[in-house]
């Protein structure tokens, strides 16, 4: 099992540009979540997906995010417009299905954002 | 809304020397308890947790961690601390019922001196 699988590594974009980071869920998993990660707040689940749907987007920081799921295999977090603020790693994390609340995430290994 | 708190931001042990990484939490109804670590450019990566039963828990690369209801607390030991365990250590808490999110603490870096 290759795992979460999050691209790309690494993005550096000027203020103002669209940033689009991408996240596949370890196959048969069908909940997914948006995790930023910074120094000052720790981890922040920004929103979750469970069979594709959101299910709590409480998180998301401003109308400047969004996220989607479009199928089972695949979903985008985008930043549209970028500010420094931004700057964080994003992690994507997912769970498989009928697993309770007692089952663990498994996570990512992150998008680190550097908005300059 | 459930919460986690990490009281110390680093821990510095000794190779060989007992390891203890504290939490507490505050949640309503019977807590599930997480332990994550996360080593460099890495992702988080489970640890333990305990959801019932024994408060003693055991988990991967020789770790556990002790549930005490009365103190709210859920802290992470090992007998034996290596190198390798340098990291950084979350805690995390979810309540049984209602949302589904999981509340994580701020982290403990580990740092094991050799």
């Known amino acids: 099992d290759a795992g979460v699988i999050q691209s790309p590594r690494h993005e550096v974009t000027e203020m103002g540009q669209e940033v689009t980071l991408r996240c596949k869920p370890i196959?048969?998993?069908?909940?997914l979540f948006w995790y930023r990660q910074t120094m000052m707040r720790g981890l922040e689940l920004l929103i979750y997906?469970?069979?594709?749907?959101?299910?709590?987007d409480s998180g998301m920081p401003e109308d400047r995010f969004s996220a989607k799921m479009p199928n089972a295999s695949f979903s985008t977090l985008k930043i549209q417009p970028s500010e420094p603020r931004d700057s964080a790693v994003y992690f994507c994390?997912?769970?498989?299905?009928?697993?309770?609340?007692?089952?663990?995430?498994?996570f990512g290994n992150g998008t680190r954002l550097t908005v300059t | 809304a459930q919460s986690v708190a990490q009281p110390e931001d680093q821990v510095n042990v000794a190779e060989g020397n007992p390891l203890t990484v504290k939490c507490t939490y505050s949640?309503?109804?019977?807590?599930?308890l997480f332990w994550y670590v996360q080593y460099p450019n890495r992702g988080l990566q489970f640890l333990l947790k305990?959801?019932?039963?024994?408060?003693l828990v055991k988990g991967s690369y020789g770790f556990e961690a002790e549930f005490n209801k009365s103190q709210t607390s859920f802290h992470l030991k090992k007998p034996s601390a290596l190198v390798s365990d340098s990291a950084l250590y979350f805690c995390?808490?979810?309540?049984?019922?209602?949302?589904?999110?999981?509340?994580f603490g701020k982290g403990n870096q580990v740092v094991v001196i050799p």
């Open positions: 949640v309503s109804g019977n807590p599930y």
């Open positions: 997906f469970n069979n594709n749907v959101p299910i709590d």
């Open positions: 196959s048969g998993h069908n909940s």
């Open positions: 995390a808490v979810r309540a049984p019922h209602g949302n589904n999110r999981l509340a």
């Open positions: 305990y959801i019932t039963g024994d408060n």
């Open positions: 994390a997912s769970r498989p299905p009928n697993s309770g609340a007692g089952s663990p995430l498994h």
